[in-house]
């Protein structure tokens, strides 16, 4: 796991926005891929690789159950 990236669901951050979730997948795919910055040639796939993840972040947070009650918390 990456230790840069920080838990963005409730409590432990509860103020998360879209910049927040895609630093996050930026991160996860720059892990991954194993370099910081993509060539030219892998610029396309990488950014693509970054809205993918960043949108099933969105979508995870958004059905996250958080707390007793089940009662969803909802960015």
Known sequence: MCRSIKTLRPP???????????????????????????????TEAFTEAVRQVSAATDQLLASLTVGSAGAAQRR
């Open 12 to 42: 432990y951050s509860d103020d998360v926005g879209p910049a927040d979730i895609e630093a996050a997948a930026l991160q996860y795919v720059r892990k991954i891929a194993g370099m910081r910055q993509p060539s030219k040639a892998n």
